[in-house]
């Protein structure tokens, strides 16, 4: 077998729960078998989608900052309760609850990986 180098911002990993790993195109259809990896470029808060929440009801997220500096916001979980802020830099990674809502804030244009069960992923419009 033949191992070559990946482009992790223009791919997506997928990690089979067999054990397999798949170097996929980040078009490729995410499917529901096992976890996807995947790394990109964040240049403003419209490329984290910061004006949405965002929740995965079936699994865990694992949100890295790989280079750069970003907020990690969980939104209240009872109304009067004010967002729960984790900042991340460089080399740092935080796990979000299943079913949490959250959403991601740039303090300056950052690289970003994420690994989560592929679908099912849920937006909503922040008011």
């Not at 079936?58 to 979980?77: H, T």
């Not at 109304?79 to 935080?94: D, H, M, N, S, Y």
């Not at 740039?106 to 937006?123: E, F, W």
């Amino acid at each position: 077998m033949t191992i070559t180098p990946t482009d992790l911002f223009a791919s997506a990993i997928r990690l089979h729960e067999d054990g397999e790993v798949h170097v996929e195109t980040r078009t490729a259809d995410p499917g529901r078998d096992g976890w996807r990896l995947t790394a990109f470029h964040a240049r403003n808060d419209a490329d984290v989608h910061a004006d949405h929440w965002e929740v995965q009801p079936e699994a865990e997220k694992v949100v890295s900052c790989i280079i750069g500096k970003i907020r990690l916001y969980l939104r209240p979980e009872r109304p009067g309760q004010r967002e729960e802020e984790i900042r991340l830099t460089a080399g740092t990674v935080a796990v979000v609850p299943r079913g949490r809502w959250h959403r991601i804030e740039l303090d300056i244009p950052s690289n970003i990986m994420i690994v989560t069960l592929p679908g099912g992923g849920r937006l909503e419009k922040r008011s």
